[in-house]
């Protein structure tokens, strides 16, 4: 056989296989696609998986750094005078922890920023309104963080101790009772701080709900301070009148016209 007439056959085998083709595709389509998207899987899997570990590390990233700032930022309103400083990336850190992928670093972020918004509230010079309502938005980031942190034991207690706070703060100790028992009760966070510290704001919750009546008792001591200055006034009347008397009986008797009027009416 000739090169010509091998040439002549594989034409004529590629043509019957391109007419062959479109009724071999219908026949094994769910085939060649699963095939295919296995291939494609295989091929892309490594760069995908390269361009989320990089994203999660810069997500990671961003808010390890706005956490930073936070925290600085705390501390300047700390040392402040009259409230002026105020921590000002709450709200950046906060748009992070809602747009995250990563769902625990998302709740870690929304907790740092009520947590920020409970300092905020602190150490700045707030009315009760607005003391209200920021810790009603705190409480909100902790809810919301608690949503994210799903299973996770940390990021869940850190939230609910959080709530616990800030029910705490606005004086609604039933709830933060509540809360803390919660927490203290889970075995779910057993093998995180936050029983311990739940424990600690139960054992001291009957001293901050205990009201003290200092004015009364400064009253108190007040008149009993006017009544014995009363006292002392009259016994120190008493004592100068004596003296006076005193005095005067001294003056009689040392008084020699006297002693000599007196001799004198006895002679006569």
């Not at 600085?72 to 709200?91: F, L, N, P």
């Not at 001293?207 to 008792?217: L, P, R």
């Not at 005095?247 to 006569?268: F, I, M, W």
Request: hydrophobic share 40%; with cysteine; aromatic share 8%.
């Amino acid at each position: 056989m000739d090169s010509e007439h091998r040439h002549e056959l594989r034409e004529n085998e590629l043509a019957k296989f391109l007419k062959n083709l479109p009724d071999y595709i219908r026949e094994h389509w769910a085939a060649i696609v699963g095939w295919a998207c296995i291939i494609a899987a295989i091929l892309l899997w490594s760069p995908i998986r390269e361009w989320r570990a990089s994203k999660q590390y810069q997500q990671m990233s961003e808010v390890t750094d706005v956490i930073k700032r936070v925290e600085q930022e705390k501390g300047t309103a700390a040392m402040a005078e009259d409230g002026e400083a105020a921590i000002m990336s709450v709200g950046e850190l906060e748009e992070l922890g809602r747009s995250t992928d990563n769902a625990k670093l998302g709740a870690l972020a929304l907790c740092k920023s009520a947590e920020a918004l409970r300092a905020d509230v602190h150490y700045g010079d707030l009315s009760r309104e607005e003391v209200l309502e920021e810790t009603a938005r705190a409480k909100k980031l902790y809810e919301d963080a608690l949503k994210r942190a799903k299973d996770d034991p940390v990021m869940t207690g850190m939230a609910k101790f959080g709530i616990g706070l800030c029910a705490e703060e606005v004086g609604n100790y039933e709830e933060a009772e509540q809360v803390y028992n919660e927490i203290v009760s889970n075995e779910e966070f057993a093998a995180t701080v936050y029983p311990r510290q739940a424990e600690m704001r139960l054992m001291f919750m009957q001293d901050y709900k205990t009201e003290f009546t200092f004015e009364e008792v400064v009253e108190e001591e007040a008149a009993e301070e006017d009544g014995a200055a009363v006292e002392g006034a009259e016994q120190g009347s008493v004592f100068e009148e004596a003296a006076s008397e005193g005095e005067a009986l001294e003056q009689v008797e040392v008084d020699p016209s006297v002693e000599t009027e007196g001799v004198e009416a006895e002679s006569k």
